[in-house]
């Protein structure tokens, strides 16, 4: 079956870094499209960017474009965020999910990690 | 990238149907039949319930619909259980072509 576990999460200063992990089992990887989601303590779930399954495509919402970096390793079958310059509004926990269609951006996200909790504080 | 609207809470009776709404622009659910519709029980990771606006996936009950009208995106829950006691999200492929959500509602059965 489908499984997404991620892993990287921690207590982290404002201006640091980290480096998220999600490890993928169950389907082919270099099939589909990933994607990052957060949702930070009791808000809503906020897309915050995707890569393609070609590994040459990749995209981002405005609030993090710049400081975070999503990348993808076939041969370890794992997705990864790069987070740099964190401030306290990115405590959230972070979500890994895989797009439903093989090959495309669109039809939401029919697999989910469990999520990993980042908090940024001093 | 503004976040889809969705009223902050519905609530009804076992047994009833409720409707969520999800407003979007021209941009995102006006002009893609791409939006999806997840549910969310505390502590746990949001659930695809629908995508392409009205298809459900494997294993999801046919109590759930959805549907679009314009710029504005419905779900659907007939005969409202216990269990349907949740968060629910809407979400849209952009012209930009990001990724947005919507702002959540609470459903209390």
């Known amino acids: 079956q489908v499984q997404l576990v991620e892993s990287g999460g921690g207590l982290v200063k404002p201006g640091g870094s980290l480096r998220l992990s999600c490890a993928a089992s169950g389907f082919t990887f270099s099939d589909y499209y990933l994607a990052w989601i957060r949702q930070a303590p009791g808000k809503g779930l906020e897309w915050l960017s995707y890569i393609s399954s070609s590994n040459s495509y990749t995209n981002y919402a405005d609030s993090v474009k710049g400081r975070f970096t999503i990348s993808r390793d076939k041969a370890k079958k794992s997705l990864y965020l790069q987070m740099n310059s964190l401030r306290a509004e990115d405590t959230a926990v972070y979500y890994c999910?895989?797009?439903?269609?093989?090959?495309?951006?669109?039809?939401?996200?029919?697999?989910w990690g469990q999520g990993s909790l980042v908090t940024v504080s001093s | 990238q503004s976040a889809l609207t969705q009223p902050a809470s519905v609530s009804g009776s076992p047994g009833q149907s409720i409707t969520i709404s999800c407003t979007g622009t021209?941009?995102?659910?006006?002009?893609?039949?791409?939006v999806s519709w997840f549910q969310q029980h505390p502590g746990k990771a949001p659930k695809l319930m629908i995508f392409?606006?009205?298809n459900r996936p494997s294993g999801v009950s046919d109590r759930f619909s959805g549907s679009k009208s314009g710029s504005t995106a419905s779900l659907t829950i007939s005969g409202l259980q216990a269990e349907d006691e949740a968060d629910y999200y809407c979400g849209s492929y952009t012209s930009s072509a990001t990724l947005v959500f919507g702002t959540g509602t609470k459903v209390t059965v």
């Open positions: 392409d606006v009205s």
């Open positions: 021209n941009n995102d659910v006006g002009r893609y039949d791409y």
């Open positions: 999910a895989r797009v439903l269609r093989q090959g495309v951006v669109i039809g939401g996200f029919d697999h």
